[in-house]
């Protein structure tokens, strides 16, 4: 189905152009996003590696002390992601990222302005 209602909105998979416009892949992903989003299921369960979920715990879990409803892996290592990005746009979301980036072994870690 999701590649029809790309297909649809003149999404072709190479992405290049809609409806005569060019965008580069990112916006044109984000136009397709906006246009197809109401075909999404409100959370897209997603299976990790059992060491993933280790490694990313303590994290998770302080994210969530600070208010940010990151979603926790079931017994089973699956973790029910939701398909927007409002979680990613909640207030405090950023400090929250900041204070707790320590807590997960991040490449991100490494970039100066993250410390």
Known sequence: ?????????????????????????????????????RFLPATWPIKLDPKEVARSRGYVQRMRQHGIPEPVADEHDVVNEPTDNALFRSPGYEAAVQACRHLVDDPANNDPANK
């Open 1 to 37: 189905m999701g590649l029809g209602v790309l297909i649809r909105h003149g999404i072709a998979t190479t992405v290049t152009a809609i409806r005569g416009q060019k965008y580069d892949a990112h916006s044109a992903g984000r136009v397709a996003y906006e246009k197809c989003k």
